[in-house]
């Protein structure tokens, strides 16, 4: 499994992402700088977690219009597996390669704690080792705009089409995101976004690796 | 040419910062607020002819980059 990990200014997860995909791919990812233009040839691209740009103007808005955002619609219109994380799925939502929006936590505050997430379907690259509304994940969140917004004709077009991928258990909705949805699908299936952070439950001496089974999911998918 | 864009949370989102400063406002004791929603405003010279290729390019950039249609409403004003 080659992957390639896009990098912004104020990206802050990116080590973190590499850890795990070494870990479940056994091969040490590359790092593509923003200003790129092109990608190197590779079967997964993620978009890790971080402040790029400061969250400026809205989180992820001014990095999802970088240069090397072309090179990653095109890696999605192939089909290929794109993951972005907490920053990279903000990016990935601006880009307009997910639908909704991620609004400043309903409670004010930035959350950082463990939640569990409940898989929502089987049915993606990311998700096929679990069941939907059976396996559970305990995965670390740590952000300040979370709170994933869609109207309530999106999120029944995103329940029709089985694009929810993700929600936290019931009373563990850290941010007030609607219908505790923690993560999305493309109508593709290949692009996964999510606020928590599974590439830090890969490890048990971090406290779990729950998180290790959306990685090792793109392998038997590959 | 001087522009002004106003971007305002849609109706139907909630704005927890709004809130928040309603909040505070009450307990400064200026009973009878309600409703209080937190938006932006961004300044712009634009270099253009008129006023109507001034509006033109701004609504380019609100609808680019400015504004997330998803959840805000923007309003452009030229001056001048």
């Given amino acids: ?222 | 040419m001087k522009a002004q864009v106003a971007i305002r949370l849609r109706p139907d989102v909630l704005d927890p910062q709004g809130k928040a400063i309603g909040q505070a406002l009450q307990t400064l004791g200026f009973s009878g607020v309600d409703n209080v929603r937190q938006g932006k405003l961004i300044e712009l010279d634009v270099d253009a002819a008129d006023a109507a290729s001034a509006k033109a390019a701004v609504e380019q950039m609100c609808a680019r980059l400015l504004a997330n249609p998803v959840i805000e409403d923007y309003e452009i004003e030229i001056e001048g």
Avoid at chain 1, 149 to 163: A, H, I
Wanted: overall charge negative; aromatic content about 6%; charged content about 20%.
């Fill in chain 1, 1 to 222: 499994m080659r992957a390639a990990i896009v990098v912004f200014p104020g990206s802050n997860r990116e080590r973190d992402m590499a850890l795990a995909c070494r870990r479940a791919f056994g091969e040490e990812p590359l790092h593509v700088w923003h200003r790129e233009t092109t990608l190197p040839d590779v079967d997964f691209l993620a978009l890790p977690g971080g402040f790029s740009y400061g969250d400026y103007l809205r989180p992820g808005a001014i990095a999802a219009r970088a240069p090397i955002m072309d090179a990653i619609r095109a890696h999605a219109a192939a089909g290929k597996p794109v993951l972005g994380v907490c920053n990279g799925f903000q990016i990935l939502i601006e880009a307009g390669l997910l639908e909704g929006a991620l609004l400043r936590n309903a409670n004010l505050k930035f959350v950082c704690r463990e939640t569990t997430l409940v898989c929502g379907t089987g049915n993606s690259p990311f998700t096929r080792a679990m069941q939907a509304g059976v396996t559970r994940m305990r995965t670390p969140v740590a952000h300040h705009d979370g709170g994933y917004f869609v109207t309530p004709d999106q999120q029944k077009m995103l329940e029709d089409q089985d694009r929810i991928a993700f929600r936290y258990a019931d009373g563990d909705n850290p941010n007030g995101s609607t219908a505790d949805i923690a993560g999305v699908l493309n109508a593709g299936r290949n692009v996964l976004g999510l606020m928590p952070h599974p590439e830090n439950a890969t490890d048990p001496l971090a406290g779990g690796e729950d998180g290790l089974a959306l990685f090792t999911s793109l392998l038997e998918a590959a």
